[in-house]
């Protein structure tokens, strides 16, 4: 049984390095954000981590609201159950 070749018009072709180019320029902006996180964990003496979890609040606060707050009720609560 003989395999039938898919044929790409130019269109297609075009729209296919395009997908590929921009996932590579994605890829070299991620390396670059972890770069950037990397030199600020460095500057605050922190791990990279740490730096991640703040985005990640940050970003979430800034979408939704009340999510620093809520972190900070479930911190407060953690602590209640340490005996701090």
Known sequence: ??????QL???AREAIN????RR???ASMQAQIKE??????E???IKAGQVNKIIALVEKERAKGDAIEAERGVIEAAESLTGE
């Open 9 to 11: 018009d130019h269109k």
């Open 24 to 26: 590579e320029g994605i």
């Open 1 to 6: 049984m003989r395999r039938k070749t898919m």
């Open 36 to 41: 950037d996180i990397k030199a600020v964990a």
């Open 43 to 45: 500057h605050l003496a």
């Open 18 to 21: 395009d997908i590929i180019n």
